[in-house]
């Protein structure tokens, strides 16, 4: 058993959930809690390592067998470390330090989404969330924006992480994966046009802008056209991530109806 806050993957641990340049370096990043280990495992995904204590669930432990069977490298720590070491009020008692692996993106997407100067990682995380559930085929993350395998990120995005491609790039190389699809670039802004009344069954791109500044000058020199919901009330605006969702899943809502 793990007890030492000096161990080296107690340590490798702590680096991961700090900076981004430490998870690039590494290729590795950290995932906390019972359902998102279990869906690593269910996804196939490429285990480093997993650490668990003795408060863990029937179904975190199942898993962790799982792992075992597998020949995976699997530690027990104390409580009182798993605490030190989560960043939840209430440790599940595992986590894993998983391959920083990529999925490619499909020669010819449809729909892509591009959170822009995203800094949230909530926000982030609900979008990533939501563009698996909603269909989409790549997540590009343009400079300025969160990095998506940061810990508050991965959890907010529920696994969406083991099913997008997920890739951060510049400016230019989202503008070649945009122009190489044929991708029309829709901006999320409350100037723009119904999306309700807006065709979103063509092969699109679409930009939801930051919580304080909105969409950075590169997007919106990329889009074509703007796209708002409309709000009743004296509702200023949405957050991104409840914004992003509502677009994407109106996205979803027209193929599936027009589709039928």
């Known amino acids: 058993m793990i007890t030492s806050p000096r161990n080296p993957k107690i340590k490798l641990i702590r680096a991961l959930q700090g900076r981004a340049k430490e998870r690039r370096e590494a290729g590795a990043f950290v995932a906390e809690g019972a359902r998102l280990v279990e869906d690593a495992v269910n996804r196939n995904w490429k285990f480093r390592f997993a650490l668990f204590d003795e408060t863990l669930s029937e179904r975190g432990r199942l898993s962790v067998e799982r792992l075992k069977l597998n020949g995976v490298d699997v530690e027990e720590i104390s409580p009182s470390l798993m605490k ?42 609900t979008l990533l969330r939501t563009a698996a559930a909603a269909g989409a085929q790549a997540v ?104 992003g969702s509502i677009l994407m899943f109106e996205v979803a809502r027209q193929r599936s109806t027009f589709n039928v």
Do not use: Y
């Open 140 to 243: 590009l993350l343009p400079p300025e924006t969160t990095d998506a395998f940061a810990p508050k990120v991965v959890r907010a995005g529920m696994g969406a992480h083991f099913r997008l491609p997920i890739r951060s790039l510049d400016w230019e190389e989202v503008e070649r994966v945009v122009r190489r699809s044929g991708l029309r670039v829709f901006l999320a802004d409350m100037d723009g046009a119904s999306c309700w009344e807006t065709d979103l069954r063509q092969p699109l791109a679409l930009v939801v802008g930051g919580e304080a500044d909105g969409a950075s000058e590169s997007a919106r020199k990329l889009a074509r056209q703007k796209i708002s919901i409309p709000m009743s009330g004296n509702v200023e605006s949405l957050n991104a991530g409840a914004a």
């Open 84 to 125: 030190s070491l989560s960043e939840t009020g209430t440790p599940q008692g595992v986590l894993a330090v998983l391959k920083l692996a990529q999925f490619p993106i499909p020669n010819h997407p449809d729909f892509i989404l591009v959170p822009d100067q995203i800094r949230d990682p909530g926000n982030l995380g």
